[in-house]
């Protein structure tokens, strides 16, 4: 059973968002189940800080032993910070995708947005852990 956090807000894509202390920047990674169905990630190509992106636009990828796959932007925005651990450790993402294993954090277009994402009842749903 994957671990899916009260706290957050999670995507169809399973990335999970999560709040900061500036209500308009939100950290975003990809989801425990998400990681689990990739397995071991060897490799996170991630944005520069001030690159811009629209919700739905890929944000970068990630490459496990066995898949490559897009990451998608939650929500429009500017990358105000990367996780550049990342570049040494991609792991980190496997050990602790919601502590260590963050990506990017964004500051929100719409900040209002965030509260349309998934919660955690639907994101457990989504992925059939109801």
């Not at 500036?22 to 990630?41: F, H, W």
């Amino acid at each position: 059973m994957s671990n899916v956090p009260d706290s957050l807000r999670y995507t169809s894509e399973h990335e999970y968002l999560k709040q900061t202390d500036d209500p308009a920047i939100v950290e975003i990674g990809i989801t425990d189940y998400a990681q689990g169905e990739l397995g071991d990630i060897v490799f996170v190509s991630l944005p520069n800080v001030g690159d811009t992106f629209e919700e739905g636009d890929s944000f970068g990828t990630i490459e496990a032993v066995k898949a490559v796959s897009e990451l998608y932007s939650p929500l429009g925005g500017e990358v105000v910070e990367v996780n550049v651990e990342l570049d040494a450790d991609p792991a980190a993402i496997n050990r602790d995708a919601y502590g260590e294993g963050w990506m990017v954090r964004l500051k929100m277009t719409e900040p209002a947005d965030f509260e349309r994402l998934m919660d955690t009842d639907a994101y457990k749903m989504h992925i059939g852990e109801d």
